[in-house]
């Protein structure tokens, strides 16, 4: 799928010119390439980019940085102005002298290719643009400014939030128990199963909170499914619900459990104030506050109730799911 | 694409939130403009929510990423408290810098790295060679106990099918006992019952004299010689039968096996020790039934008598040997303590007189083609060498491909449908669309040939042609089913089918085959091949191949990226961040490859200051 994904990209950026190969040669010459590195990387890109595409181990084609910092100035490759001394031209040839005699790897070499013309860029072009190229960009190094800058928190991580915020001030880094069930031990995550029938609930729950458990080889969820929404949103409701009808002292600092509005109104929001902080790692504005008082809070009814659901929506939150 | 990732993550979150019969609503974000909790975006696909970058997170957010790295939870209380009392922002990033001190100096940092150390060594139970029917990975007698009520409570007996001279002597008031400190709970004492008592190396059997220090296979239990007992501290015995139920749970030897590689990792971060001795090194971590096993290894081949000598082993005081932190009692036979692994199975070499080391010096040089006799053993590897992952990948191109992608991040993926290869020969790494990933996978795997698992009824580890297994003169017969259990079970068909001499994986000759048949079993790279764009230097076994993934840099630069995902939360893209990738990998060289303070680094770097409001 990637492969073919970047293919796909590939004929995109040509500007859809390579229909087949005999018009191969004709596209010599891309003219969306923004240098003249990248223009090299497109006509190479038709023998090369299916194996060295995106998603590859060697992603040399997935993109003109990719074609620069992983091919063209890495003097494994690409000696910068000597095609004799450099092994990218010697495999090209089909006379490498490493693990990859020739490329493309297969019956006929880029050589043999070129010969039929079967190639968008001729050997001695190759030749030509490593004898004149360029030096590197020198600014460039650094993390990609696109990049992530947020990831979702593991079961485990989770867990330990929960606790924390629910007044826990002990939690494992290791092995995070689940909120006590029965009286059973804690739950550990790479417990196999078949062996204690008693954890299957738990284990499941911590399988749809995102796992991991290495020993059954799953892998920590990257994102949020559906099913870990579910569990996350259903622990929530459960651990909030535990805490709030045992007066946990953590939760209600400003306010006490039965306050009412209107009367500790003032009471009320500053505790819903101190709540997000304590959950979200966050100051609130007043309108955040606003909001929840009236969305949440109000809304749910009876203060108990509006306690809850308060502590619910604050796990809930992205701030709180995420990293 | 990360960015959108996190977009959907946001707009799931909320569309889950809305959804009105769980949780009840969620209130509109103000600081989020266009998000109204009310509308449920992902059911009308209507805009998702609006998220914005935030260059600089405020330093109660950073607080909560240093905790979670380092502890897997959010700040406490006092941390927070501390945070709150900061009230400028260099007293804030004082903090901050606190925090990640502290953090790294926690034990809960050790657990954080068994835990990547788990994602990232990625292996199976230890299983394949350890269980069928029963669990006799630990090679030794299985001992059972007597009920409370019996004339002997709580003694032990060989679990074996003699039950007169096992079970049932749990009934009978004077039958011989003997105590003993077991190597399970040092500082302890236990009964031994019946057989199990006799303390006698050696018994005769029809005129046949039995090694005590020998496992027999057995039915569901293992079993030495009738007559024999449990050796010095009952080191030949475990205490559990091999049906057993739990071998995966944690104090078990079976999960300690799995566990070791992790365990490894994280006892070179918590020791500041180089990573790359988590291949180079001739040294492992265990708890007592870890150290249990390599000692049944050794004895069990029969050559290392001299191992009943060694009374300190099983003491985790003994040495003063680094451990983890998570057992500081000294006498904690649940200690994870370092092990110099040929102390204990001496075919598992350390090539340095015993002393621990990662010097990539260490070389061994053996070729069954031309040196007599049996092999002298293999070279310690780290994690390479370690029987949890060469039983999880049961044979030498799984071995080669997982250790591949682990240690070099590569991946292998299936060609494109438009290449076209040399017709399919004898070689798949030279011929066929096999090619595509055995031209990388076969010249590793060759290096991964000698551990072996085999059994009559439950397969057992060994490593194959050692003096104490040799192999039969008449092995290597292709197109014929092996008559010998043990070694049909061991895959000979499977070497007749696949071991094909002349190929990269097998790089004999028929003439050298045909002279000897260990010549099967040549496990050195040849120094023509070219692996990571490294030669090999000639060293037998996995050895050479951890000597290339250090030398080539591609050890560090896969570590890096595995760690830099671990920490920041996002993998790097070794397409658009090679430069980034490299110049990360040079401090992390340049610091000695100690994990600890590259952390310390990426805790403290920029990208971690990132986020989203």
């Not at chain 2, 070499?349 to 007599?372: H, M, N, Y």
């Not at chain 2, 439950?458 to 043990?486: K, Q």
């Not at chain 2, 007749?496 to 990269?504: C, D, R, S």
Request: hydrophobic residues 40%.
């Amino acid at each position: 799928m990637k492969r073919a994904l970047a293919v796909t990209l590939f004929f995109a950026l040509a500007c859809d010119r390579l229909e087949s190969v005999d018009s191969i040669r004709s596209a010599a010459d891309p003219e969306c390439a923004q240098n003249e590195n990248d223009a090299v990387r497109m006509r190479l890109a038709p023998t090369c980019a299916p194996c060295h595409g995106v998603g590859a181990s060697r992603p040399f084609f997935a993109s003109l940085v990719a074609f620069e910092d992983l091919l063209a100035y890495d003097a494994r490759y690409v000696v910068r102005g000597d095609p004799d001394a450099s092994p990218l031209v010697a495999m090209l040839e089909g006379r490498g002298e490493g693990a990859y005699p020739q490329m493309p790897l297969g019956v006929d070499s880029f050589a043999d290719l070129d010969a039929r013309g079967q190639t968008a860029m001729t050997l001695d072009e190759v030749r030509d643009w490593i004898t004149n190229l360029p030096p590197p960009d020198p600014a460039r190094g650094g993390p990609s400014a696109d990049a992530a800058t947020i990831r979702r928190l593991s079961a485990d991580e989770l867990i330990n939030a929960i606790e924390v915020a629910l007044g826990r001030d002990d939690p494992s880094a290791g092995v995070p128990p689940l909120l006590a069930v029965d009286g059973l031990p804690p739950l550990a995550p790479d417990s196999p199963t078949s062996v204690d029938y008693r954890d299957a609930e738990r284990r499941q729950l911590y399988l749809m909170l995102g796992g991991p458990t290495y020993l059954q080889q799953r892998m920590p969820e990257p994102g949020f499914s559906p099913s870990s929404l579910l569990a996350v949103t259903q622990l929530a409701q459960g651990a909030c619900a535990s805490a709030v009808d045992a007066n946990r002292e953590v939760l209600f600092v400003h306010a006490s459990r039965t306050a009412t509005l209107p009367d500790a109104e003032a009471e009320i929001r500053a505790n819903v104030a101190y709540l997000h902080e304590r959950f979200l790692h966050v100051a609130p504005t007043e309108a955040e506050v606003d909001a929840w008082m009236n969305d949440v809070f109000v809304s749910a009814g009876t203060p108990r109730d509006g306690w809850v659901q308060l502590c619910t929506g604050l796990i809930r939150d992205p701030l709180f799911v995420t990293f | 694409m990360p960015f959108s990732r996190a977009l959907l993550l946001l707009a799931a979150a909320h569309a889950f939130a809305c959804s009105g019969s769980i949780g009840g609503p969620t209130p509109d974000r103000p600081g989020m403009p266009g998000v109204d909790a009310t509308v449920c975006y992902a059911a009308d696909a209507g805009p998702p929510p609006v998220v914005e970058r935030d260059p600089e997170l405020d330093a109660s957010r950073r607080l909560r990423r240093v905790a979670f790295v380092l502890h897997g939870r959010p700040p406490l209380d006092a941390e927070r408290d501390a945070l709150s009392a900061a009230t400028t922002d260099a007293a804030r990033e004082a903090v901050i810098d606190d925090a990640i001190e502290s953090g790294l100096a926690s034990p809960d940092f050790y657990e954080r790295m068994v835990d990547f150390g788990h994602e990232w060594l990625r292996n199976g139970s230890f299983l394949v060679g350890a269980q069928g029917d029963g669990y006799w990975g630990n090679m030794s007698t299985h001992l059972g106990t007597c009920a409370a009520d019996s004339a002997n409570p709580g003694a032990y007996f060989i679990y074996a099918e003699s039950n007169a001279r096992g079970r049932d002597q749990c009934a009978v008031a004077g039958a011989p006992t003997r105590d003993v400190e077991p190597w399970w709970a040092p500082g302890t004492t236990v009964t031994l019952l019946g057989d199990a008592a006799n303390d006698a190396p050696t018994v005769t059997i029809d005129g046949a004299v039995h090694d005590c220090g020998i496992a027999n296979e057995g039915y569901f239990n293992m079993a030495n010689a009738t007559g024999c007992g449990c050796g010095p501290n009952a080191a030949w015995c475990y205490p559990g039968g091999g049906l057993n139920l739990g071998h995966d749970r944690e104090g078990s030897q079976r999960r300690d096996m799995w566990d070791e590689p992790a365990r490894l990792f994280a006892h070179l971060a918590w020791h500041d020790r180089p990573l790359s001795d988590l291949v180079l090194g001739n040294y492992t971590v265990g708890t007592n039934r870890v150290w249990a096993w390599y000692l049944r290894f050794g004895r069990q081949t029969g050559l290392f008598a001299e191992l009943d000598a060694d009374t300190t082993w099983f003491r985790p005081e003994a040495g003063d040997l680094p451990r983890d932190p998570l057992h500081t009692t000294p006498d904690d036979p649940n200690a994870w303590r370092e092990l110099v692994v040929e102390r204990m199975a001496p075919q598992l070499l350390s090539l340095s007189g015993g002393e621990r080391s990662a010097d990539p010096s260490r070389t061994l040089r053996w070729d069954p083609r031309t040196d007599g006799g049996p092999a002298p053993g293999l070279p310690y590897s780290g994690v390479l060498t370690m029987p949890g992952p060469n039983s999880s990948f049961p044979r030498e191109r799984p071995r080669a491909a997982r250790f591949l992608e682990i240690f070099a991040c590569r991946e292998f993926d299936p060609p494109p449908p438009e290449a076209h290869f040399p017709a399919l020969g004898a070689d798949i790494a030279t011929g066929g669309s096999c090619m595509h990933c055995h031209v990388q996978m076969d010249p590793v795997a060759m290096a991964f040939r000698r551990w072996i698992f085999m059994g009559y009824y439950v397969p057992r580890p060994h490593l194959a042609d050692l003096e104490s297994l040799p192999i039969p003169e008449d092995l290597y017969e292709p197109s014929r089913r092996y008559p010998n259990s043990h070694w049909y079970r061991a895959g000979a068909d499977r070497w007749a089918q696949n071991w094909l001499p002349n190929t990269v994986m097998t790089p004999i000759t028929e003439d050298e085959l045909a002279v000897h048949p260990r010549a099967l079993f040549v496990d050195t790279i040849p120094p023509e091949y070219t692996i990571l764009g490294q030669h090999a230097d000639g060293t037998m076994g996995p050895l050479a191949f951890a000597k290339i993934l250090v030398s080539s840099g591609e050890m560090d630069r896969c570590a890096v990226r595995r760690l830099y995902a671990r920490i920041v939360g996002r993998p790097l893209d070794p397409a658009s961040e090679a430069r980034y990738v490299d110049a990360l990998t040079a401090r992390f060289v340049e610091g000695g490859r100690r994990v600890r303070p590259f952390v310390a680094h990426l805790l403290r770097s920029d990208e971690l200051r990132r986020g989203v409001r």
